[in-house]
């Protein structure tokens, strides 16, 4: 067994760090990995991605602890690992370069570049082996050995014409015009286009929390009123909040749902995404008065400081999707836990309110979610509504402390300056919102944090920072 460590050991990233002991002879970006390619004239392996990522996981199980594979990358190829969280920008060049050339995108990214750092083939997932009609990574790695040393000149033109249309990408050309109202109007035309008036979300199947979007349509509803308007809003805070992407025990989302119903969610958490979460629904909260928005935001910004936050104050970036290997297993639940737990009568109704069944709504599990509201299921079954809703407090509290005791998904905790930013912004905003002062002192703790740690001496503001535990 290959407990050698690469490159990778001195890094202070967690994405990095969990590729440390590969046999592959990973490096991170920086001079000594770009010389040595240069030097050697060996083409570059890049593999982007980000600790939370659960094809990261599966493609590093699979191909980048592999011997054999990981041979062939180090007989070939300089191999260098970047966490997307710490480099955006290189992680948006190649992602732009990835979907010129595969017409898709996503993580794991995989990129082959010339010594100057010119991409000529890239892609997202490989298997090691060719499975359901995708190829192999060790066919992939084979074609390109192949053609680095028998068409070089042929992948050398490749990546100047990729790199020309790359550069084309980048530059925004403008009008020339001011911004005007026009484009509000576009935007909302468009958005009612591509809404699904039943189940809320924009377009199909997986589905991500739009929170800007439906800024922007509470913001235009509030230049001109409409029903319609606000009625779609509607739909897309209470489908989100009553579905499986919402934690219903502990608050906050996951980063999407798999499925069009908001059921299934891809289960990791994103600092980024439940901050403009919560902000969407303060709006929400704001322009209708329903509390239901204001304990969504509530909850959601617990989960931040209850979970997510650093002792110093920082806000930690993600948790992840996998806990034991297994994706998602540390949110479902069979009906036999939760009726050993709550006892037959209270297990019941909370089976019935939180579609909880013996075969499960998850690969014979269940993901808790609302398919009607509390008051609903008070009226279908003629139970008295405040009782119901005081014992499902209680139940799901003690779910809660079950769930706690169980491994948790990995945690990546390093501290990003921008993702900060958003959620010191949604917690300031909710210290005013809900009239609750836990959060301004959050927010004043988690900005002192960053401008004590995250400052250069010139003032500017640095990335990342993350403690060497």
Same mark, same amino acid.
């Given at each position: ?119 000529f083939f890239g892609g997202t997932y490989w298997p090691p082996q060719s499975r359901q009609g995708m190829p192999g990574f060790d066919q992939v790695l084979a074609s390109i050995i ?24 980048g530059t925004i050309a403008g009008s020339g015009q001011d911004a005007s109202l026009e484009l509000l109007w576009a935007a909302e035309s468009e958005l009612q286009r591509s809404a ?46 009553h579905g499986g992407i919402y934690d219903h025990l502990a608050g906050g989302f996951a980063r999407y749902s798999v499925d069009a119903d908001w059921l299934v969610p891809h289960f ?105 509201? *509390?008051?609903?299921? @008070?009226?279908?079954? +003629?139970?008295?509504? #405040? /009782? ?5 407090? =209680?139940?799901? %509290? ?25 959620? *010191?912004?949604?917690? @300031?905003?909710?210290? +005013?919102?809900?009239? #609750? /002062? ?5 927010? =004043?703790?988690? %900005? ?22």
């Amino acid at each position: 067994m290959h407990c050698m460590s690469n490159q990778l050991a001195h890094e202070s990233s967690p994405y990095l760090l969990q590729h440390a002991s590969n046999p592959v002879n990973w490096y991170p970006w920086g001079p000594e990995a770009l010389e040595l390619s240069r030097s050697q004239d060996k083409p570059i392996f890049l593999s982007i991605g980000y600790s939370a990522c659960h094809w990261c996981h599966v493609m590093e199980h699979e191909s980048f602890e592999d011997e054999q594979i990981a041979g062939t990358l180090n007989d070939h190829f300089v191999s260098i690992k970047v966490d997307r969280e710490e480099r955006p920008d290189l992680d948006q060049i190649y992602m732009n370069a990835v979907q010129m050339m595969s017409g898709r995108g996503g993580w794991p990214m995989s990129v082959f570049l010339t010594p100057q750092l010119k991409p000529f083939f890239g892609g997202t997932y490989w298997p090691p082996q060719s499975r359901q009609g995708m190829p192999g990574f060790d066919q992939v790695l084979a074609s390109i050995i192949d053609a680095w040393n028998t068409r070089r000149e042929q992948a050398d033109q490749q990546a100047d014409e990729l790199v020309d249309r790359l550069g084309q990408v980048g530059t925004i050309a403008g009008s020339g015009q001011d911004a005007s109202l026009e484009l509000l109007w576009a935007a909302e035309s468009e958005l009612q286009r591509s809404a699904d008036r039943v189940r809320g979300g924009f377009g199909s199947a997986p589905k991500f929390p739009h929170s800007v979007a439906l800024q922007l349509l509470m913001r235009i509803h509030h230049r001109r009123p409409s029903s319609d308007l606000l009625d779609l809003v509607r739909l897309n805070l209470d489908q989100m909040a009553h579905g499986g992407i919402y934690d219903h025990l502990a608050g906050g989302f996951a980063r999407y749902s798999v499925d069009a119903d908001w059921l299934v969610p891809h289960f990791e958490k994103m600092l980024y995404d439940n901050a403009q979460l919560v902000d969407a629904y303060l709006d929400g909260y704001l322009l209708t008065g329903d509390l239901e928005y204001a304990r969504i935001a509530t909850e959601t910004l617990d989960y931040q400081l209850n979970y997510m936050t650093d002792e110093e104050g920082g806000f930690h970036s993600t948790e992840d999707a996998d806990s034991e290997g297994v994706e998602g297993k540390f949110y479902v639940w069979t009906s036999a836990e939760i009726t050993q737990l709550l006892g037959e009568e209270a297990g019941e109704r909370f089976c019935f309110v939180y579609d909880v069944s013996e075969s499960g709504n998850f690969e014979g599990s269940n993901i808790l979610n609302l398919p009607r509201t *509390i008051e609903q299921s @008070a009226q279908d079954r +003629g139970w008295d509504e #405040d /009782e119901l809703k005081a014992e499902l407090t =209680q139940s799901r %509290a003690a779910l809660l402390e079950v769930r706690d005791r169980r491994v948790r998904p990995a945690k990546d905790d390093k501290v990003l300056t921008s993702w900060n930013g958003l959620m *010191i912004h949604s917690m @300031a905003r909710a210290a +005013g919102i809900l009239d #609750d /002062e836990k959060y301004l002192l959050a927010a =004043q703790k988690a %900005a002192r944090f960053v401008l004590d740690n995250m400052q250069r001496p010139d003032q500017r503001l640095l990335h990342c920072w993350r403690f060497s535990r």
